[in-house]
């Protein structure tokens, strides 16, 4: 999933099986283009997570989300990523 | 050439996008722009050792066709919402068919929207990723 994921720290403070880990959902909403030039900042948190108890175990359900703002504060585009992986 | 939002209606199909033969190289080439180094994608003999036939593509690559035939239909800048899930797996050597269908028509903060269910499928039919996506169209 690579840059999808966002924020790599909070990505690996996650803890999460790597070896099983699968990228389940994206999704993109933007408020207007992004526009050759600009400046965002991007910044990213864990938006939900929840588990469920599937046939190989226990299956952890994560989301990240990213919220990029321009120069003025206003959200150009929100990205969520969910990502599911089996616990060792 | 956009689609025009007086000229659709519910039920109506976007214009379809064909991508493919596919080939393992262009895994490789959206692996090194996406900066997602994960060598199932790019290493048969570690997909193997994973417990699959071969490489398969990104899912985020197949959500790129998606977007190819979004913005094609729409125009760029008019994608407004995207979302897919990667319900199944793309092989290398697949053509793959992006196809969309509008399911519902209205108007928003002064602009106009329609809803679309999207997804990809193989020459046989069967469904990779699928998602929806809301387009603004003058």
Same mark, same amino acid.
């Given at each position: 999933?690579?840059?999808?994921?966002?924020?790599?720290?909070? #990505?690996? %403070?996650?803890?999460?099986?790597?070896?099983?880990?699968?990228?389940?959902?994206?999704?993109?909403?933007?408020?207007?283009?992004?526009?050759?030039?600009?400046?965002?900042?991007?910044?990213?948190?864990?938006?939900?997570?929840?588990?469920?108890?599937?046939?190989?175990?226990?299956?952890? #359900?994560?989301?990240?989300?990213?919220?990029?703002?321009?120069?003025?504060?206003?959200?150009?585009?929100? %990205?969520?990523?969910?990502?599911?992986?089996?616990?060792? | 050439?956009?689609?025009?939002?007086?000229?659709?209606?519910?039920?109506?199909?976007?214009?379809?996008?064909?991508?493919?033969?596919?080939?393992?190289?262009?895994?490789?080439?959206? $692996?090194?722009?996406?900066? /997602?180094?994960?060598?199932?994608?790019?290493? /048969?003999?570690?997909?193997?050792?994973? $417990?699959?036939?071969?490489?398969?593509?990104?899912?985020?690559?197949?959500?790129?066709?998606? $977007?190819?035939?979004?913005?094609?239909?729409?125009?760029?800048?008019?994608?407004?919402?995207?979302?897919?899930?990667?319900?199944?797996?793309?092989?290398?050597?697949?053509?793959?068919?992006?196809?969309?269908?509008?399911?519902?028509?209205?108007?928003?903060?002064?602009?106009?929207?329609?809803?679309?269910?999207?997804?990809?499928?193989?020459?046989?039919?069967?469904?990779?990723?699928?998602?929806?996506?809301?387009?603004?169209?003058?």
């Amino acid at each position: 999933m690579g840059a999808a994921a966002g924020d790599p720290d909070l #990505f690996l %403070a996650l803890d999460l099986n790597y070896a099983s880990l699968l990228h389940a959902e994206q999704e993109f909403e933007w408020s207007r283009p992004l526009v050759a030039g600009e400046k965002v900042t991007i910044t990213g948190r864990v938006g939900d997570m929840w588990e469920k108890q599937g046939k190989s175990g226990t299956l952890d #359900f994560v989301v990240l989300e990213q919220i990029a703002r321009d120069a003025n504060g206003e959200t150009v585009y929100v %990205a969520r990523t969910t990502l599911i992986s089996r616990r060792i | 050439m956009a689609l025009g939002f007086d000229q659709l209606n519910v039920g109506d199909s976007l214009q379809p996008l064909v991508k493919g033969p596919l080939e393992k190289s262009q895994f490789v080439a959206y $692996g090194q722009a996406a900066m /997602d180094a994960n060598p199932i994608h790019t290493d /048969d003999e570690f997909a193997r050792q994973s $417990g699959y036939e071969s490489v398969f593509a990104q899912g985020m690559l197949s959500m790129g066709f998606l $977007g190819q035939m979004l913005v094609a239909n729409a125009g760029a800048g008019n994608v407004r919402r995207f979302k897919v899930r990667f319900t199944k797996i793309t092989w290398p050597g697949e053509t793959i068919t992006c196809r969309g269908v509008v399911t519902r028509k209205y108007e928003e903060n002064g602009q106009k929207l329609v809803d679309c269910d999207v997804h990809t499928e193989t020459e046989s039919g069967e469904r990779r990723i699928e998602g929806s996506a809301t387009l603004i169209l003058e």
